[in-house]
């Protein structure tokens, strides 16, 4: 069976959203970043980055969230979650590093200076200047997925699970105002029936039960 190490409200969800929408069997193993158990030399043995998540699949150990994505959309091919022609193909893959890159490297630096960093070593300067990264990018994809319902062709692929949850974050940011049709893409992406939890309800929980 696959083993997905992950926490919580991390980049885990890509690939724990990836696995539920194919219904497949996969254990979890819970890696406790507030805890520091992603520098634990067990774990680093599976993922010398000591980051989350890594896929474990019959003797392959995969990190990169978005690779491992990827690999699974190819090892289910019946399930048709990337698209078999060329150029959607390419679609597909231009909007998951899209998604990976013009989106998530602003919203990492934001995490990263509003909460992650030491509070001696963030800069708000570059939380101003990430979100004026972030924007036009979101008002591209904005505009492109005016009248569409997926981010590809017209059926959901593994780019959707990819931007989605990208977007999932970047609401929690409050970066969203100005997408409407990017906020409502979140929504119904997130209604459907084997959509992980939202990003706020996991940090919700944990807090309620570090508070209990
Ligand atoms: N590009 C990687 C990023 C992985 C990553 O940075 N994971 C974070 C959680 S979202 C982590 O494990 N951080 C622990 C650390 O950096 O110390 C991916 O998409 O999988």
Redesign the pocket.
């Known amino acids: 069976m696959m083993t997905l190490y992950e926490?919580g409200p991390?980049?885990?969800l890509?690939p724990r959203w990836m696995l539920q929408e194919l219904g497949v069997d996969f254990e979890t193993i819970s890696?406790d970043?507030i805890a520091g158990e992603?520098?634990d030399p067990d774990f680093l043995q599976v993922n010398p980055?000591?980051?989350?998540?890594v896929l474990v699949d019959d003797g392959l150990i995969l990190?990169?969230?978005?690779?491992?994505v990827l690999y699974l959309a190819e090892k289910y091919p019946d399930r048709g979650l990337l698209p078999t022609d060329p150029r959607q193909r390419a679609d597909a893959y231009r909007w998951i590093l899209f998604a990976?890159t013009e989106l998530?490297q602003p919203l990492?630096r934001i995490s990263k200076h509003t909460a992650l960093y030491p509070e001696e070593d963030r800069l708000p300067a570059d939380v101003a200047l990430a979100r004026r990264d972030f924007l036009p990018m979101a008002a591209v994809l904005e505009r492109h997925m005016k009248d569409r319902t997926y981010v590809v062709g017209d059926r959901v692929t593994a780019a959707d699970f990819i931007v989605a949850y990208t977007l999932d974050w970047a609401g929690e940011a409050q970066l969203l105002g100005d997408c409407p049709t990017l906020r409502s893409y979140v929504e119904r992406m997130y209604a459907r029936p084997r959509a992980p939890r939202r990003i706020g309800e996991i940090f919700r929980a944990m807090r309620s039960a570090a508070a209990a």
Request: net charge positive; no cysteine.
């Open positions: 926490f991390t980049r885990s890509r890696v970043l992603h520098r980055a000591g980051k989350v998540p990190n990169e969230s978005a690779a491992i990976v998530e990492w």
